[in-house]
């Protein structure tokens, strides 16, 4: 069974630096993808980035980069040059390309973004 | 991107009743999953809906409490039933993005539910 590990419940970060959210999985499925979201207070939904896991670059999507290290199962956020609305939860999910081909969501993280 | 329109946004419960939350998809849509999210939690889903046939349910969730409606491929209902107030969660719908490099999964703005 698709397992998502976010280990650190709470990030602060000062406006302008960057930070790193980390994410590790284990799947036995050789096909899978691995996204990140958003969700601000508001409690919407909000895709940032995705990547494949035959990919051979690191997904990048404006600001948002993903570091993706297959052989250590891990798919860190990054965040460059933060903002204070960048304020919000971070969930990690992946998808195994089987099946119903659902998402199952780490416990994510609350990113503070402070001036 | 699918659009997606679910309704309530929010509601306020006695325990005992039940509530239907629906959602609208602008285009067809092979799969339906619906999402619960307790306060202060992660995402976990509940089930994933085919057009045709019945839900498929997650372990913990079963189709009495959570009966799921799948008439068409833009359509879809979750009911939960007979309420407690350990029902009070956000419950979301979400379907898989379609459209060239677009491999996200759209979400609808979530119903959030208090049971009293």
């Known amino acids: 069974a698709q397992k998502i590990t976010q280990t650190q419940p709470g990030m602060f970060v000062q406006e302008k630096e960057a930070v790193t959210l980390d994410c590790t999985y284990d799947?036995?499925?050789?096909?899978?993808?691995l996204f990140w979201y958003k969700q601000p207070s508001s409690g919407e939904m909000i895709f940032l980035i995705y990547q494949g896991s035959y990919d051979q670059q690191n997904a990048t999507e404006g600001r948002y980069s993903l570091n993706f290290q297959k052989a250590r199962k891990s798919a860190n956020l990054v965040i460059s040059a933060s903002q204070l609305g960048d304020s919000a939860m971070y969930f990690c999910?992946?998808?195994?390309?089987?099946?119903?081909?659902?998402?199952?969501f780490g416990t994510g993280t609350r990113l503070l973004v402070s001036p | 991107s699918a659009v997606i329109s679910q309704k309530p946004s929010r509601d306020i419960c006695q325990r005992g009743t039940s509530l239907t939350i629906q959602c609208q998809v602008d285009s067809q849509v092979t799969m339906m999953f619906w999402y619960r999210q307790q306060p202060g939690q992660s995402l976990t889903l509940i089930a994933t809906?085919?057009?045709?046939?019945?839900?498929?349910?997650e372990s913990g969730f079963v189709i009495d409490k959570f009966p799921i409606s799948r008439p068409n491929l833009t359509f879809s209902t979750l009911t939960v039933s007979n309420m407690s107030p350990e029902d009070s969660s956000i419950y979301l719908c979400?379907?898989?993005?379609?459209?060239?490099?677009?491999?996200?999964?759209?979400f609808g703005s979530g119903t959030r539910l208090t049971v009293v």
């Open positions: 799947t036995s499925d050789p096909s899978y993808g």
């Open positions: 809906a085919n057009q045709g046939s019945e839900a498929t349910y």
């Open positions: 979400s379907v898989e993005s379609t459209g060239t490099g677009d491999y996200g999964y759209t």
């Open positions: 999910a992946m998808r195994e390309n089987t099946g119903f081909q659902k998402l199952v």
